[in-house]
């Protein structure tokens, strides 16, 4: 999956994490919510704006920082 058109970071916005573009939600809160349990469907229900290709991008963000 290519993120690099989804997920940018932004010095002024929240501290400079990661985040979607053009919103303030973090790749960590994705990732959190996920950890923690919800769902994607969950996810989705709880944030309308967001779409399934966010969280493969935000999934792909972090296996890239990891070096998966």
């Known amino acids: 999956m290519q993120y690099q058109n989804i997920i940018t970071i932004e010095p002024g916005k929240r501290g400079g994490k990661p985040c979607i573009r053009g919103m303030r939600i973090t790749v960590y809160d994705v990732?959190?919510?996920?950890?923690?349990?919800?769902?994607?469907?969950e996810l989705l229900d709880d944030?309308?704006?967001?779409?399934?290709?966010h969280i493969l991008a935000c999934l792909s963000y972090a296996a890239d920082r990891e070096g998966l």
């Not at 944030?47 to 290709?53: C, D, I, S």
């Open 31 to 41: 990732l959190s919510y996920l950890a923690s349990g919800m769902t994607y469907e």
């Open 47 to 53: 944030f309308p704006y967001l779409t399934q290709e």
